[in-house]
Protein backbone atom coordinates (compact mmCIF):
# COMPACT_ATOMS: atom_id res chain seq x y z
CA UNK A 1 0.00 0.00 0.00
CA UNK A 2 1.13 3.19 -0.79
CA UNK A 3 1.45 5.81 2.14
CA UNK A 4 1.97 9.27 0.18
CA UNK A 5 1.16 10.38 -3.39
CA UNK A 6 4.22 10.38 -5.97
CA UNK A 7 4.89 14.20 -7.69
CA UNK A 8 2.95 13.56 -10.78
CA UNK A 9 -0.12 12.44 -9.25
CA UNK A 10 -0.06 15.36 -6.29
CA UNK A 11 0.07 17.97 -9.48
CA UNK A 12 -2.77 15.84 -11.01
CA UNK A 13 -5.05 16.09 -7.63
CA UNK A 14 -3.96 20.15 -7.39
CA UNK A 15 -4.92 20.44 -11.39
CA UNK A 16 -8.32 18.75 -10.87
CA UNK A 17 -9.06 21.07 -7.64
CA UNK A 18 -8.44 23.77 -9.16
CA UNK A 19 -10.79 22.94 -12.31
CA UNK A 20 -13.44 22.80 -10.11
CA UNK A 21 -12.58 25.84 -8.32
CA UNK A 22 -12.99 27.61 -11.90
CA UNK A 23 -16.13 26.20 -12.05
CA UNK A 24 -17.48 26.14 -8.90
CA UNK A 25 -16.18 29.64 -8.15
CA UNK A 26 -18.66 31.40 -10.50
CA UNK A 27 -21.87 29.77 -9.86
CA UNK A 28 -21.46 30.66 -6.04
CA UNK A 29 -20.71 33.87 -7.34
CA UNK A 30 -23.69 33.82 -9.25
CA UNK A 31 -26.20 32.51 -6.79
CA UNK A 32 -25.00 35.05 -4.18
CA UNK A 33 -25.77 37.95 -6.24
CA UNK A 34 -29.43 36.21 -7.21
CA UNK A 35 -29.83 36.14 -3.57
CA UNK A 36 -28.52 40.27 -3.12
CA UNK A 37 -30.88 40.75 -6.03
CA UNK A 38 -33.88 38.92 -4.59
CA UNK A 39 -33.11 41.39 -1.52
CA UNK A 40 -33.15 44.52 -2.88
CA UNK A 41 -36.74 43.41 -4.83
CA UNK A 42 -38.21 42.94 -1.68
CA UNK A 43 -37.19 46.42 0.02
CA UNK A 44 -37.91 47.88 -3.24
CA UNK A 45 -41.26 46.77 -2.71
CA UNK A 46 -41.64 47.45 0.86
CA UNK A 47 -40.39 51.36 -0.06
CA UNK A 48 -43.73 51.27 -2.21
CA UNK A 49 -45.83 49.82 0.26
CA UNK A 50 -44.65 53.13 2.79
CA UNK A 51 -44.72 55.87 0.06
CA UNK A 52 -48.39 54.75 -1.08
CA UNK A 53 -48.97 53.94 2.92
CA UNK A 54 -48.05 57.55 3.60
CA UNK A 55 -49.10 59.90 1.03
CA UNK A 56 -51.86 60.97 2.74
CA UNK A 57 -49.60 62.88 5.30
CA UNK A 58 -48.61 64.56 2.48
CA UNK A 59 -51.38 65.50 1.18
CA UNK A 60 -50.86 63.07 -2.06
CA UNK A 61 -47.22 64.23 -2.90
CA UNK A 62 -44.05 62.44 -3.17
CA UNK A 63 -40.87 63.71 -1.91
CA UNK A 64 -39.31 63.43 -4.79
CA UNK A 65 -34.68 64.82 -4.80
CA UNK A 66 -34.25 67.91 -7.13
CA UNK A 67 -33.18 71.44 -6.66
CA UNK A 68 -35.37 74.00 -6.90
CA UNK A 69 -35.94 77.28 -7.31
CA UNK A 70 -37.08 78.67 -4.23
CA UNK A 71 -34.10 79.31 -2.19
CA UNK A 72 -33.69 75.83 -0.66
CA UNK A 73 -31.95 73.35 -2.50
CA UNK A 74 -33.07 69.88 -1.73
CA UNK A 75 -36.60 68.13 -0.60
CA UNK A 76 -36.27 65.90 1.89
CA UNK A 77 -35.03 63.21 0.75
CA UNK A 78 -37.34 60.48 -0.28
CA UNK A 79 -35.62 57.50 1.62
CA UNK A 80 -35.17 60.20 4.35
CA UNK A 81 -39.06 61.58 4.15
CA UNK A 82 -39.98 57.44 4.97
CA UNK A 83 -37.92 57.11 7.40
CA UNK A 84 -39.44 60.08 9.68
CA UNK A 85 -42.87 58.88 8.36
CA UNK A 86 -42.55 55.36 9.14
CA UNK A 87 -41.58 54.70 12.43
CA UNK A 88 -38.56 51.91 13.21
CA UNK A 89 -38.20 51.37 9.83
CA UNK A 90 -34.35 50.24 8.58
CA UNK A 91 -32.66 52.81 7.21
CA UNK A 92 -30.94 49.32 5.38
CA UNK A 93 -33.82 49.39 3.28
CA UNK A 94 -32.73 52.12 1.17
CA UNK A 95 -29.67 50.35 0.46
CA UNK A 96 -29.06 48.09 -2.60
CA UNK A 97 -27.28 45.05 -1.21
CA UNK A 98 -24.98 44.77 -4.05
CA UNK A 99 -23.46 48.42 -4.05
CA UNK A 100 -19.62 48.39 -2.55
CA UNK A 101 -19.65 49.83 0.28
CA UNK A 102 -23.44 51.12 1.25
CA UNK A 103 -23.98 54.21 3.38
CA UNK A 104 -27.12 55.70 4.53
CA UNK A 105 -27.31 59.12 5.87
CA UNK A 106 -30.50 61.13 5.91
CA UNK A 107 -31.20 59.46 2.60
CA UNK A 108 -27.90 60.43 0.90
CA UNK A 109 -27.00 57.45 -1.28
CA UNK A 110 -29.95 56.08 -1.14
CA UNK A 111 -31.54 54.21 -3.96
CA UNK A 112 -32.13 56.66 -6.96
CA UNK A 113 -35.57 58.40 -7.27
CA UNK A 114 -37.12 60.08 -10.20
CA UNK A 115 -36.44 63.71 -9.97
CA UNK A 116 -39.31 66.74 -10.46
CA UNK A 117 -38.96 69.83 -12.28
CA UNK A 118 -38.54 72.79 -9.99
CA UNK A 119 -41.41 74.42 -8.68
CA UNK A 120 -43.39 76.35 -6.21
CA UNK A 121 -44.08 74.15 -2.70
CA UNK A 122 -47.02 72.27 -3.02
CA UNK A 123 -47.89 72.07 0.74
CA UNK A 124 -46.88 72.94 4.60
CA UNK A 125 -43.45 71.15 4.54
CA UNK A 126 -42.41 71.02 0.87
CA UNK A 127 -39.46 72.40 -0.28
CA UNK A 128 -40.67 73.09 -3.60
CA UNK A 129 -40.88 70.58 -6.90
CA UNK A 130 -42.30 67.41 -5.53
CA UNK A 131 -44.28 64.80 -7.74
CA UNK A 132 -48.37 65.13 -7.46
CA UNK A 133 -48.29 60.99 -7.09
CA UNK A 134 -52.24 61.27 -8.66
CA UNK A 135 -50.41 62.74 -11.91
CA UNK A 136 -48.05 59.39 -12.16
CA UNK A 137 -49.57 56.47 -14.50
CA UNK A 138 -49.35 52.96 -13.42
CA UNK A 139 -46.72 51.97 -15.38
CA UNK A 140 -44.25 55.12 -14.41
CA UNK A 141 -40.82 54.23 -13.12
CA UNK A 142 -40.47 55.97 -9.26
CA UNK A 143 -36.87 54.44 -7.55
CA UNK A 144 -34.83 52.27 -8.18
CA UNK A 145 -30.52 51.01 -8.33
CA UNK A 146 -28.82 54.42 -10.13
CA UNK A 147 -25.22 55.26 -10.26
CA UNK A 148 -24.07 58.16 -11.35
CA UNK A 149 -20.13 58.94 -12.38
CA UNK A 150 -19.78 62.64 -11.70
CA UNK A 151 -20.01 62.69 -7.98
CA UNK A 152 -21.58 60.44 -5.10
CA UNK A 153 -23.89 62.87 -3.77
CA UNK A 154 -26.12 62.48 -6.86
CA UNK A 155 -26.89 59.13 -6.70
CA UNK A 156 -30.60 59.56 -5.09
CA UNK A 157 -31.69 61.63 -7.86
CA UNK A 158 -32.43 59.81 -10.98
CA UNK A 159 -32.74 60.87 -15.06
CA UNK A 160 -33.98 59.30 -18.51
CA UNK A 161 -31.05 61.08 -20.02
CA UNK A 162 -27.34 61.17 -20.06
CA UNK A 163 -26.34 63.88 -17.66
CA UNK A 164 -22.94 63.99 -15.39
CA UNK A 165 -24.54 65.22 -11.98
CA UNK A 166 -27.55 62.93 -11.54
CA UNK A 167 -27.65 59.40 -11.71
CA UNK A 168 -28.90 56.78 -14.51
CA UNK A 169 -29.80 52.58 -14.37
CA UNK A 170 -27.04 50.72 -12.56
CA UNK A 171 -27.72 46.90 -14.04
CA UNK A 172 -25.32 45.89 -11.14
CA UNK A 173 -27.58 42.45 -10.56
CA UNK A 174 -25.42 40.06 -13.61
CA UNK A 175 -26.45 42.74 -16.14
CA UNK A 176 -29.95 43.93 -14.97
CA UNK A 177 -31.14 46.66 -12.48
CA UNK A 178 -34.40 47.03 -9.83
CA UNK A 179 -37.38 49.38 -10.22
CA UNK A 180 -40.28 50.23 -8.34
CA UNK A 181 -43.54 51.64 -10.13
CA UNK A 182 -46.13 53.92 -9.32
CA UNK A 183 -48.47 51.30 -8.99
CA UNK A 184 -45.91 49.79 -6.07
CA UNK A 185 -44.90 46.99 -8.21
CA UNK A 186 -41.10 46.01 -8.60
CA UNK A 187 -39.58 44.56 -11.92
CA UNK A 188 -35.91 42.88 -12.38
CA UNK A 189 -35.04 45.55 -15.08
CA UNK A 190 -33.08 44.52 -18.36
CA UNK A 191 -31.46 46.98 -20.80
CA UNK A 192 -34.77 46.55 -23.22
CA UNK A 193 -36.66 47.10 -20.21
CA UNK A 194 -35.19 50.76 -19.48
CA UNK A 195 -35.68 51.71 -23.06
CA UNK A 196 -39.55 51.05 -23.12
CA UNK A 197 -39.18 52.90 -19.70
CA UNK A 198 -37.57 56.01 -21.11
CA UNK A 199 -33.95 56.06 -20.73
CA UNK A 200 -31.37 56.50 -22.63
CA UNK A 201 -28.49 55.44 -20.95
CA UNK A 202 -27.46 53.26 -17.87
CA UNK A 203 -24.92 51.75 -16.13
CA UNK A 204 -23.35 48.49 -16.66
CA UNK A 205 -22.42 46.13 -13.75
CA UNK A 206 -18.74 47.23 -14.20
CA UNK A 207 -19.60 50.72 -14.57
CA UNK A 208 -19.19 50.93 -18.09
CA UNK A 209 -21.64 53.49 -19.83
CA UNK A 210 -23.98 51.81 -22.13
CA UNK A 211 -27.34 53.20 -24.41
CA UNK A 212 -30.88 51.67 -24.41
Not at 96 to 123: D, I, L, M, V
Request: proline share 3%.
Amino acid sequence: MKKFFSLIELLVVIAIIGILTSILLPSIAKSREKAKQAVCLSQLKQSGAMVIMSLGDQNGYYHSPQSTGTGTYYNPLWSNWLQRAVAEVDDQVFLCPSRENPQWSSGWGSYASRTSNNGNPKFDGSRGGDINYVELESSDWLVGDGWNNGANYAWHRMTTDSTTWKAQPWMLHLERGNMLFADGSVKSMTSADYAKSGFSIGWSMSKTAVSF
